[in-house]
Structure formats: structure tokens, C-alpha cells
């Protein structure tokens, strides 16, 4: 995958993905894939997150696989190191920025600000995760941003789900939108796959 715009055009929706017990990632990546949604954010947020990343990576090649809540430079080596595909920051330093763009795979840095996204796109970046879409000011925010700085794409995420998430993507400058919503915590430790593949199909129609 050459650049962060066309991880952006995997899917309406990019499922935002905690998992703590490594068993589990392969099944949910399965039931998502099977739910016509190829790409999956797992986030750093538990401790056996690489564990999970390591096993997507080997069995599910069909999904196309993102590490998210990356804070820190060894974070985003970790993973690219136990099979990540893609890095999602929920914001941006200077200095993790530039380690990340060393690493050969496509960057979806968070920005919540115009300031912000000037700043990444002087990188030249133009594809970023807005983060926390929702509390950040939503669609109408966004609308707003696109006016002075058209040249952005966006996948939103954080307080997005499947109601909310058309109004997002009727917006010129939002490819995709980002939520947990298709993996409930419930639904994963419970082991209730054809739940997620559900959700996953109704996330996958919005496109
Ligand atoms: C993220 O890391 O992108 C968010 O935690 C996802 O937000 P949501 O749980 O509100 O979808």
C-alpha cells in the first residue's frame, strides 16, 4: 500500500480495535473481513497488543492492518516490527512524526486543529485522522476546515458511529470515518463472531 490516502479508500469505515486477549484477534479480523471490512486499526492499548498484531499478521492476510494509539517512536517500531501495515497517531509531536515517516508504511497522523493540519500537511501529508471527531466539533467543524484547506482527507474518529457516521461522509474531505462500534467489547469477549460480522456489513454498506 503506497501512501496513507488509499488506506483512507479500503473501506467507508475503519474499526477501531482493542483486543486483549490475543486469542481473539484472529477470529475478529475474520469476522470483520467476512463483513466486507478489509482493514482493521488494532490499538497499542493492552499489553499482548503486538501478540494480536503478530497473529493478524501471519493468518489474516486479506485485511489490511493498521496499529493505532501510536505515542511513542518504539511504539511505532514495535509495530511495524510485529507486522503493521499502517501507523495511526490519535495526535502529532514533531519528533514522533518524523520517526514515523522514516519507517516505509503510510501515516495517518491525529490532528484536531486547523493549526494542526497545517503542520501536516507542510510535511506533505494529506491524509489525517481527526481525532475526537465528535467532542472536536463534528461534521460542521470539519465542513468548516475544508473551506480554507480543501486539499485534506479525513477519516474521523472518536464518538462516531453508524448513525452519525452519513453526515460525516457526505463531506467533500472525508473519505472514511474510524469507530469502535463494529467490535463491542462485549461481542469480543464473549467470542460473539457472527455479531461482529454483522456490524461489520452494515459498516461496509455505508460505502
Ligand atoms: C480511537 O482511538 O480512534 C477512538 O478511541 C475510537 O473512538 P470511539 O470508541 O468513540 O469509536
Same mark, same amino acid.
Given at each position: 500500500?503506497?501512501?496513507?490516502?488509499?488506506? !483512507?479508500? @479500503?473501506?467507508?469505515?475503519?474499526?477501531?480495535?482493542? &483486543?486483549?486477549?490475543?486469542?481473539?484477534?484472529?477470529?475478529?479480523?475474520?469476522?470483520?473481513?467476512?463483513?466486507?471490512?478489509? &482493514?482493521?486499526? %488494532?490499538?497499542? /492499548?493492552?499489553?499482548?497488543?503486538?501478540?494480536?498484531?503478530?497473529? &493478524?499478521?501471519?493468518? =489474516?492476510?486479506?485485511?489490511?492492518?493498521?496499529?493505532?494509539? &501510536?505515542?511513542?517512536? $518504539?511504539?511505532?517500531?514495535?509495530?511495524?516490527?510485529?507486522?503493521?501495515?499502517?501507523?495511526?497517531?490519535?495526535?502529532?509531536? /514533531?519528533? !514522533?512524526?518524523?520517526?514515523? %515517516?522514516?519507517?516505509?508504511?503510510?501515516?495517518?497522523?491525529?490532528?484536531?486543529?486547523?493549526?494542526? @493540519?497545517?503542520?501536516?500537511?507542510?510535511?506533505?501529508?494529506? $491524509?489525517?485522522?481527526?481525532?475526537?471527531?465528535?467532542?472536536?466539533?463534528?461534521?460542521?467543524?470539519?465542513?468548516?476546515?475544508?473551506?480554507?484547506?480543501?486539499?485534506?482527507?479525513?477519516?474521523?474518529?472518536?464518538? =462516531?458511529?453508524?448513525?452519525?457516521?452519513?453526515?460525516?461522509?457526505? %463531506?467533500?474531505?472525508?473519505?472514511?470515518?474510524?469507530?469502535?462500534?463494529?467490535?463491542? /467489547?462485549?461481542?469480543?469477549?464473549?467470542?460473539?463472531?457472527?455479531e461482529i460480522t454483522r456490524l $461489520?456489513?452494515?459498516?461496509?454498506?455505508?460505502?
Amino acid at each position: 500500500m503506497a501512501d496513507a490516502t488509499s488506506v !483512507l479508500h @479500503v473501506s467507508p469505515v475503519i474499526p477501531v480495535v482493542t &483486543i486483549a486477549d490475543p486469542q481473539h484477534a484472529v477470529p475478529v479480523a475474520r469476522a470483520l473481513a467476512d463483513g466486507g471490512v478489509r &482493514i482493521i486499526e %488494532l490499538t497499542l /492499548r493492552t499489553g499482548s497488543a503486538l501478540e494480536s498484531m503478530k497473529r &493478524i499478521a501471519a493468518e =489474516v492476510p486479506e485485511i489490511l492492518l493498521g496499529a493505532g494509539t &501510536i505515542l511513542t517512536p $518504539a511504539q511505532a517500531d514495535a509495530a511495524v516490527a510485529a507486522g503493521a501495515q499502517f501507523l495511526v497517531s490519535p495526535g502529532v509531536t /514533531r519528533s !514522533l512524526l518524523d520517526h514515523m %515517516l522514516q519507517l516505509g508504511v503510510p501515516v495517518l497522523p491525529g490532528v484536531a486543529t486547523v493549526g494542526e @493540519v497545517m503542520a501536516v500537511l507542510e510535511r506533505g501529508l494529506s $491524509a489525517m485522522k481527526f481525532f475526537p471527531a465528535g467532542p472536536a466539533g463534528g461534521p460542521k467543524y470539519l465542513a468548516a476546515i475544508g473551506a480554507p484547506i480543501p486539499e485534506v482527507q479525513f477519516c474521523p474518529t472518536g464518538g =462516531v458511529s453508524l448513525e452519525s457516521a452519513p453526515g460525516y461522509l457526505s %463531506l467533500p474531505n472525508v473519505t472514511c470515518v474510524g469507530g469502535s462500534w463494529l467490535t463491542p /467489547r462485549a461481542a469480543v469477549e464473549g467470542e460473539y463472531w457472527a455479531e461482529i460480522t454483522r456490524l $461489520a456489513r452494515g459498516a461496509a454498506a455505508l460505502g
